[in-house]
């Protein structure tokens, strides 16, 4: 199993940016995606998933109605589309997959496969 992010940046507030996460070595339509991130000091907050079986979404407080999190199954790949940036956005972003449905959702404790994550930085 292997996730691999990108499209990490640096970027104005109020500005976008969009990660991907590409899956291999797994059915793709069986797991469900992650996003979570991390700031220095603190613990790795869920931030939107998606359960590929039956397309659920969940989304954080923090990002719900800034983020979009979607699917391809053809690439192989969950892309997160990140509006109206913030300088509190400024992390380290993972994606993460746990077969069919994460519980509780959007907890780090229910996925089991991790990528390496990619740095996102909002600047003011």
């Known amino acids: 199993v292997q996730l691999v992010e990108s499209g990490g940046g640096l970027v104005q507030a109020g500005g976008s940016l969009t990660l991907s996460c590409a899956v291999s070595?797994?059915?793709?339509?069986?797991?469900?995606i992650g996003w979570f991130r991390q700031v220095p000091g603190k613990e790795r907050e869920g931030i939107a998933e998606?359960?590929?079986?039956?397309?659920?979404?969940n989304y954080a407080d923090s990002v719900r109605g800034r983020f979009t999190i979607s699917s391809d199954s053809v690439k192989n790949t969950v892309t997160l589309q990140m509006n109206d940036l913030k300088s509190e956005d400024t992390a380290v972003y993972y994606c993460?997959?746990?077969?069919?449905?994460?519980?509780?959702?959007?907890?780090?404790?229910?996925?089991?496969?991790w990528g390496r994550g990619t740095q996102v930085t909002v600047s003011l």
């Open positions: 993460a997959a746990e077969y069919l449905w994460p519980d509780p959702p959007l907890s780090v404790d229910s996925y089991g496969y």
């Open positions: 070595g797994f059915q793709f339509e069986e797991f469900a």
């Open positions: 998606i359960v590929n079986r039956d397309g659920t979404t």
